[in-house]
């Protein structure tokens, strides 16, 4: 048996052990972008005011959680050719479900958004979601290259600060944001039908 293991192929070792911390980070992420649609419906559902605060600054901090596992597509083209044969299909099959539940998990985070702002004019809408979007292509850049978590805000808030400002003042990282705003956006506006058709799922009274 230890034969057979040592002469099994080098791609086979390369993509268990990848495929192990790829599954942790696609696991790990996705029960983290959970939390701001949990937020966002509670936030929804409170009656009291020192309570909906808390829960809104929740539900606003963990949102970019949801479009962070948008980004994790960047590490496909190098894990395609870390890999071989039917191990492609499995690689894809893993991107095709963690994007799918990205785009869920996005929509659905997004609800309490669109009920505060539903009292405004159609093209104060447009805008505000536009705005909106930046605001979370800002917060999954400060996760995505300066590796600063959601609740660091509260742990850290000085290291929230100083890599906000250097988002900033950065042309190729303000230029990623402004990319990342987008998509985030054209993904809303493709999908926002699916959004109001599943809206009383937050907005229902418990």
């Not at 057979?4 to 992420?29: C, E, K, Q």
């Not at 095709?96 to 997004?110: G, H, K, P, Y």
Request: one cysteine or more; aromatic letters at 14%.
């Amino acid at each position: 048996m230890q034969d057979r293991m040592r002469h099994l192929p080098r791609s086979f070792d390369v993509y268990h052990s990848m495929g192990a911390g790829r599954t942790m980070w696609m696991i790990t992420n996705s029960e983290v972008a959970v939390l701001p649609v949990r937020f966002g419906s509670l936030f929804l559902k409170s009656k009291r005011i020192s309570l909906r605060v808390l829960l809104g600054l929740l539900w606003i901090l963990f949102l970019p959680n949801t479009s962070y596992l948008f980004a994790g597509l960047e590490h496909f083209p190098a894990q395609w050719h870390s890999v071989n044969g039917l191990q492609h299909f499995d690689l894809i099959l893993e991107y095709i479900a963690v994007e799918l539940f990205a785009l869920l998990t996005f929509l659905l985070a997004f609800l309490p958004f669109k009920r505060v702002i539903k009292r405004l004019s159609h093209g104060e809408q447009v805008l505000a979601i536009i705005l909106f979007n930046f605001l979370i292509a800002f917060g999954t850049a400060l996760g995505k290259w300066k590796h600063v978590n959601s609740w660091v805000v509260f742990t850290d808030p000085i290291k929230v600060a100083l890599s906000a400002v250097q988002i900033l003042t950065s042309f190729s990282l303000f230029e990623l944001v402004i990319l990342f705003c987008v998509i985030c956006n054209v993904i809303y506006f493709l999908f926002r039908r699916i959004l109001l058709r599943h809206a009383h799922l937050l907005w229902q009274n418990p």
